[in-house]
């Protein structure tokens, strides 16, 4: 039980600070005009976080801490999808209720922004595999199972209420007003982080 409760106050301290993945899950439960139409970016988020987390248990930390040339490579891809997300999210403004539909995010786009962000961003490989894939070698056999089945169920369940309560502030009235300022305050966020990327990979000099 120890070992449960460490993984969920160390997978609650991780994930609560603002950061693009939380920013992006949050916006789509803002924009998609029903609730199970945000589901895919919760699911995605969550997959991603989860396969991180069963990677960092496993070891992989290790594996890339030996070979600098794959932090970078991944890092390098990281920094090119950001951007690109940056972009269409500055230029995803809803001016009016009658362009909504043609604005939001496919499921497509959903999965794939969701993947760049949570796969390639360098805070939430860190935390993950840094930090938890560190913690958990304090436990084996059952004590690391539920150390990592916590860690996984704080993901899924703050994701889901990220999507939540973005739709729920997205349906109070003149929301859609002030929606164009917050995509642009998320755009500047995703180029900073990309900026950030390329700057911790040596990819600016």
């Not at 403004?93 to 993947?115: H, P």
């Not at 180029?191 to 040596?202: G, P, Q, R, T």
Request: charged share 10%.
């Amino acid at each position: 039980m120890q070992a449960f409760v460490h993984g969920i106050v160390l997978a609650i301290g991780l994930i609560l600070p603002l950061g693009v993945q939380n920013i992006f899950v949050f916006t789509q439960g803002v924009t998609q005009p029903t609730f199970l139409r945000a589901l895919p970016v919760v699911v995605t988020a969550a997959m991603c976080d989860t396969i991180l987390i069963l990677l960092a248990v496993q070891g992989v930390s290790l594996f890339i801490a030996s070979f600098a040339w794959v932090k970078v490579f991944f890092l390098g891809i990281g920094v090119i999808f950001l951007s690109y997300m940056g972009w269409l999210t500055w230029n995803n403004t809803l001016v009016n209720s009658c362009d909504k539909e043609e604005k939001i995010f496919t499921v497509k786009q959903q999965i794939l922004f969701a993947v760049t962000v949570s796969l390639f961003n360098p805070h939430a490989v860190l935390d993950t595999i840094g930090v938890i894939g560190t913690s958990s070698i304090n436990y084996s056999g059952n004590e690391k199972v539920l150390f990592t089945m916590a860690c996984i169920l704080i993901s899924w369940c703050w994701f889901l209420l990220l999507a939540v309560l973005g739709w729920r502030v997205g349906r109070q009235n003149g929301f859609t007003q002030i929606f164009g300022v917050i995509n642009k305050i998320s755009a500047v966020f995703m180029w900073l982080s990309a900026i950030y990327m390329a700057y911790s990979s040596k990819l600016l000099v």
